[in-house]
């Protein structure tokens, strides 16, 4: 039920943002998995460039995986969590639909003046604007009081300073291994230079 209301407005969107369709179609009839941990969802890219799902039938050329966590930081505006984001096989082509899906926009206005009229529609979108920038000022209070709830009560995640110290504690043992690594191949070299 929900499917076709879905790929309508994935191709309205893509209507909307006719930019985004030069950086799609080489790509066409390729498929991008997302892999949400609790959901996926497969995108097909048309041969015009616009986006539709797809079915499970479909093998995606690329996996983008966001477990929820990631997703959190992500609408929090931490542009590190990027980093984390882990792609599995055709990475050119998950990096440019994620970099389209990041700058695609809807213009609500433009859709809702076909129905209400400008000045209705300007009105709208602007409380919709207001609306929609304190919600996501809400969202990013709860991603923060998620992840600090869950490095300080719970544990579940690691604190940043940790997490360096743990990556310059490894640090620290990788070079320490490559030099123990040069001075046990040198004893080796002398001990057997000395038995001939």
Request: no cysteine; glycine share 4%.
């Amino acid at each position: 039920m929900f499917k076709p209301l879905i790929i309508r407005f994935l191709q309205h969107l893509t209507s909307q943002n006719e930019w985004s369709r030069p950086y799609l179609q080489p790509f066409s009839s390729k498929v991008v998995q997302f892999d949400f941990v609790l959901a996926k969802a497969n995108l097909l890219i048309l041969e015009d460039g616009s986006l539709a799902l797809s079915g499970e039938k479909h093998t995606p050329e690329a996996t983008i995986h966001l477990p929820p966590s990631l997703a959190l930081r992500l609408l929090a505006g931490d542009e590190n969590a990027k980093m984390h984001i882990k792609i599995d096989g055709d990475a050119h082509l998950a990096t440019e639909i994620s970099k389209v899906l990041q700058q695609i926009r809807w213009d609500v206005e433009e859709d809702l003046s076909k129905i209400l009229g400008d000045i209705a529609a300007y009105k709208i979108g602007g409380v919709s604007k207001k609306t929609f920038a304190e919600a996501k000022k809400q969202n990013i209070n709860l991603a923060e009081m998620l992840s600090e709830y869950w490095q300080e009560e719970s544990n579940i995640l690691a604190k940043k300073r940790h997490v360096e110290q743990f990556n310059a504690e490894v640090d620290t043992l990788k070079s320490d291994v490559a030099r123990f690594e040069k001075r046990l191949a040198k004893l080796t070299k002398t001990l057997a230079s000395s038995v001939n």
